[in-house]
């Protein structure tokens, strides 16, 4: 008897020491028969969710970060595409001249210098489609320099 408590204990020792390597998943060891009522927790992996896919709850903790370059005239990419409830993070940068970026609807404004990434954060809690468009004059092209939100 005592040389299988003395067994499971170390076989849950070696589980738990193996889930630290971030390819294996917790999970994979449950399903062996390893006893799970041991009062040795197994160590929470630090499973971080960038994008969820058709998720309706609100997962604080996911984020859609965009990387958006802006000259003269357009922002690239020019359509970003998110779902109702997102948290959204644009990452804009100019590359050129002083630049804005503005969404009325979001009451996002901000200034873009060249080369300085400016991050915007905000909830994607409006259905529809909204223009983000460039709000520092920046030259002929400048009033059709626009891009597009769309929240699903
Ligand atoms: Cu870009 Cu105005």
Redesign the pocket.
């Known amino acids: 008897m005592r040389r299988i408590i003395l067994f499971l204990v170390l076989a849950v020792f070696l589980a738990s020491a193996c889930s630290q390597t971030p390819a294996e998943k917790p999970e994979d060891f449950v399903g062996q028969g390893t006893p799970v009522e041991s009062s040795m927790p197994v160590p929470g992996e630090n499973i971080k969710e960038t994008e969820v896919m058709g998720g309706n709850e609100p997962a604080a903790e996911s984020v859609k970060e965009f990387k958006i370059t802006?000259k003269?005239?357009s922002f690239t990419p020019e359509t970003i595409e998110v779902n109702k409830g997102d948290r959204v993070r644009l990452l804009v940068t100019s590359t050129d001249?002083p630049?804005?970026i503005s969404i009325n609807e979001y009451g996002i404004n901000e200034r873009l210098d060249p080369g300085k990434e400016v991050k915007i954060e905000f909830t994607a809690d409006k259905e529809g489609t909204f223009t983000a468009f460039?709000?520092?004059?920046?030259?002929s092209?400048?009033s059709n320099?626009k891009g597009k939100l769309i929240v699903k």
């Open positions: 802006a003269q005239f001249v630049h804005g460039c709000s520092v004059f920046c030259g092209g400048h320099m």
